[in-house]
């Protein structure tokens, strides 16, 4: 036992009137909600790198924070093993996530990384054993180290690719040793800075050939975890190839992947491609890919990735419609990849930017499923695209008609639709009824 | 011969050194570059929408243009006919474009808009034998009529998407008449204004399925031009599905309509959707769907689409770039889709417009071309991705290498890639020599 | 009694678990909060333009509304108050708030266009009589006839500037006539659409002249209202000059006019500047110039003025938490500057959005309420900035220290700061107790 | 004699028709233009902190840059000087500008640091004896060290305030003392990460309180230059109370310092708050407020500070404009606040970006001066008001006219003014004459 989060004890449910900022307030684990327990539903993950990698720092700024597991190698390393699972046991989650180099530090060689990577991980393996935190996934940090400032998969020079490759591997073998239950690929350098120097077709060749080689390795390996690439429109590459989900999507088919992978969706991601969370959500989830989530949010005024927690319960109630309208996230989960700011400087802050957020999610969860259970929104919906259930129009949508048929039909007929009443405001109010 | 131009004689090329407002200053018409004539590369066209039709509106204020032809019903038309051939003879251009809607009155029903529109198409007929401008695209206006309101395409209402197919088709034939070089498709309303009344998914196979009618009727009537999707964010609609082009290639893909459309990419419409021109262009180009442009410029610091005319050479010298490198748009070209400020109220303000207008497109192709024959540009290119011509690199990126495999050669050699210069400084600096 | 909204009763609370579209749920107007009547503390107020005079255009489709009093003149213009009054019994709220265009049609000159105002003005005024509705504040438009194309009080053209005069001059006594509590400014064409045709320092000049005007005219007939300057960044203009709050207080500085003017402040606006809703309130609050409020909210990726209900109770709890620290709005209050999306062709969508704002601002009262009444927040922030109250540190910021000094006295004591946490997630927590 | 640019030579100015990419292609520091060389227009000066003390890091990756007075303190800072000097003679540049931590590294306490700071310090001062590059500006890092993550001059911490006086005080003294020509504040943290820990009105105290102690002791030592303030709406906060131009000129006024101070306006700066640079030149310019810029360009897609070097002349053409129309910058000049990206690793890299920067600054003062030469350009611009000078017109701006004169006025001589063109294009055109 650390002594780093001494005098905190285990963050339980007290319900909405409690006034314990180390409590729960709707985040119930056990509590079942449209049939199924809470955590069940949300399978909230902590994420290792922004709760114990990260120090802080900001472009105009350095380290704030104060870790005892700092500037220490592989022993800082095997300190800020032991923390963050009496942090996953504080705050009672069945789940985290990490990249190699939150866990352990780079070496000299591609071998000496590796080998302190595992190092750790058996570290995990152990603890695993003894609490219930499991691995939601496993990721290779592809952006950070200097030899990737010009692209992992997508850089100029392959030997550059080859050394991705390598790391990834290894990442992904630990990750299935580890009973991970998904695999990310997060393509912060796969972009570019200019286009003045870029190849865009032949860094996608490059691209869509490093995804297969994970694919096929997965596979080799036995690998049951859902593969997921999680889009981000920009930063810290100008452009960066995974936009949105429907770039990915567009992607995925040109190289005949469509069907093995599929999206983590980061709220903040979304908002800066310019679409809400929602959307992506409910364009992965038309598409068959919605497969995780990375819960955060944006701020609303800066241009850059804050990853702030969760708090606005109502995006999250839209968010969980489409989730339970589609079954669920199978494999998948919220993880949070949002840190606290660089001025909460506590160990507490870290519980309290956990706790705001599973109670978000919680809220969240329930409106949805409140939602749904009252039954008029969907209802709505399907009346309002009822038309297209006429045999006529059922035949025309199947292509059972040609634009000539259709043509002829309208002048026949004399047809001159009155527009209906979209009733936005009816709905929004309909929503906050339950949020 | 009306006398709206009154005053007014055809703008001829003066070169650089004139002082006359109403003359170019770099668009030579048959001035040779890169081996071909200015006007075959640049193929411009005039928009009947902003330069006719158009009056000066915005979502504060009304109609500021005091045009001879407004609320006179199809005379109007007819004057309003006239004075278009009269301008593109004034500007010597070779080519326009319209919706349906801009040329003459909606009717009571379809049939009646249908016939008003084909009364106008008779006499551009008649023009086009005598005068040189010839059609570049038509397109069917679904967005400004209230039925229109909810989608076209997408419509919950069937029929509406009826009457939008027997819009398209008299358009699509009339375009075919005229001997239109494309047709366009831009889905201002295909979209949604809120997620909490749309079924995504419905309505994308609703727009799949139009846009097939679509092809297969301009197959039918054996239209040889090119069908094309104008990607666009948003506005009117809060999302629309054409976002952009990587996302509208998603689409096509996932109805297998890759091979059969292609896109016009829109300055504004890029700068909206957060990515710059030439990435869009770029983009394009590597998927084979780059088919035609609507020339303009978004302001800067506006979130809407301000349609104004391009002045800034650099950016159209990044745009011809991909253009000549791709062979030219073939039967694609710039239209100017383009407005005079809603206070440049005279005749002569339309001239100045599509005049700077094609003075700056002239001034970016003569740079792209000079900076494809300088050659360093396409030489530093290359090389920069070179080392994927050794045979190792080229054959981990055909696929004849496993991920175990490349993995154990970075830890056998001890791969260490040392990063290089990606000098982007100096290709800006080479590119500006080109400016 | 006419019939636009037959068949609806008036509505009234039902308390949170009413599902009755109709009926508030949160707004209780004679519930007491923070010692005062939840009316009195929100003052909400109907915007005429959005409710009874849009149409439901926007900049690619014109009007989708079909009201009995469009196009029909000053009959119309009746019928329209009458509709009005009816709509402010229906929704049961005790203020609205007008523009002189909105209320009557413009006439041939000023002196008819006048007189069409003060004619319907006249109907207000028995209405008034009878029912308890009042006028929060009057404006002119001054920016939607083509004359103020290029300005009203900014007008290059003098006889531009004086048309105005004299229309504000019509609206403001009228408004002092109706017991109106406050005059608003809203410069929509007060800015540039280019630089390259604008002297910005004496544009500012005549707009400074022309608020002058303004203020010494409603001391002169004796009106005892607010008057208020609305800002917002740009659109119509690219760029207006009431930008945001810290922009007017520095124009109004500039001419002596800071201790005359206050700000009415709309949600989207702060959004469109770039700040956050509560920042604007913040800051004019601090600068003593927070008067009234633009209740709406804007779309989150539209770049342009959405105006829509608002809905985020949260956002309004941080609202009102400033406006319950200064002791209210005074004369003003909340107008919902808000209107039903041009899809909401129904009577009933009225009612709707209506209803779904006032509960959202009842919500939010109560959050802030609570937040303050318990206390915690408001210790926290002033255990922050405890420092300052020491001696020293007293001394120092009053003035009594020189650079030196300080300087000194670090040097000699060595003094090293020590950061502490900020503590935002924990507040963040805190406030999502009271929402 | 460092062998950093070994191979290296001075650039020389060889026109535009030279290939040679370390020669100048437009700047020619002798060269008269508008009567005066054209390095006393423009007073170019190299930044300290991008050019040699940034290590090209960014938010997802840390340093790519190799330079060998990394990590070797107080001698390291002394090979960095030896270097910097170097550079600026390569580069023949009259300026330049440091922060302190920029020079030296920090000790264990003040007084350790600020020995440090003036021990380069003495480097500079015999340097500067030697070589012709002179300080244009000295400023204080207020910002990176952890103790200033809440605020420098607006911490809640008067010890912070304190320590911040502390540096201040010596740096402002050694500008004095190397000759510097002003002397900048940028308050990159003087703002808030989020308003529920803040209390603006506080703080604003705060910051204008250490201003004036600056302000005063820049007296009290008989500094000549001018103290000048950098606006920027956010990054690294939230907010930042020098939002822009406009904001820092309503903070001046409400402390009664608005004579004492100016502005050094960053291109990129003005594009992240929503505006075009040349806005926030004219702006200042008309506030009597413009005193140096920034020099640089903000990718147009990217929400945060890219700091790249200025490549579109067309821009500071129409910065040069304001300029050169308030008789120049005076002791003010342009600093390139400019960074190679982090994959220009390479020394040359260095000279690259600042040749493309200068060559860009040089066409935009020659278009500027063109423009004003030709004359046409401020005639239509004083055509446009010229009905200001009419009698009545002037009248009623002096303040001799009553609102109620004028609207007798309007309806006595029934005044219908007719709008004219804003011939934006046309203006629009004839400035791309000379750019
Ligand atoms: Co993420
Ligand atoms: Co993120
Ligand atoms: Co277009
Ligand atoms: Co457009
Ligand atoms: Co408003
Ligand atoms: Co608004
Ligand atoms: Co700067
Ligand atoms: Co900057």
Redesign the interface.
Known sequence: MTDFFKGLNQVKFEGSAS?N?LAY?HYNKDEIVAGKRMEDHIRPAIAYWHTFAAE?G???????FDRPWYDKGMEGARLKADVAFEFFDLLDVPFFCFHDVDIAPEGE???ES?KNVRAIGEIFARKMQSQRTKLLWGTANL????????GAAT?????????A??Q???VLELTHELGGENYVLWG??EGY?????T????E???MA?FL???I??AK?IGFKGQILIEPK????S??QYD??V??V???L??YGLEKEVKCNIEVGHA??????F??EL??AS??GMLGSVDANRN???????TDQ?P??A?EMA?AFYYILKQGGLGQGGFNFDAK???????P??LL??H??GL??LARGLKGAAALIEDGE?DT??DE??A??N?P??AA??K?D????Q??D???AE????????????????????FV
Chains 1, 2, 3, 4 share one sequence.
């Not at 900001?58 to 704030?64: E, Q």
């Not at 952006?143 to 010009?150: K, L, V």
């Not at 429109?233 to 810290?236: A, K, L, Y």
């Open positions: 006034k900022p307030r802080g900001d472009p105009f700024g350095g380290r704030t060689t591609l071998a590796n952006f950070s180290n200097r030899r990737y400032m010009a850089n100029p020079d392959p030997e550059v690719f080859a050394y490759a390598g990834v591997k290894n912060g350098r800075e200019t286009l003045l120097n190849k865009l077709g032949h996608q060749d490059q050939r297969t080689l994970v096929e390795h080799k429109p920009q930063e810290p100008k452009h936009y949105d429907a770039t999507y567009g992607f088919q040109r908002f800066l491609a310019g679409h809400s929602e959307h409910a364009v038309s598409l701020d609303l005024q800066s241009g850059w990735d927690f708090n606005n109502g839209l606290v700011r660089r001025q909460s400087l506590d507490a802050d309290y930017g706790i705001g109670d978000t929104f709505l919906m309002r695209y038309g297209w006429q006529g129009a025309m949508l292509g008609r040609t634009l000539e259709i043509s039909w309208v002048l004399n047809i001159n639709p009155q527009p209906r009443s979209g009733r936005q405001e009816y709905l929004e109010n309909l929503v906050n009824r």
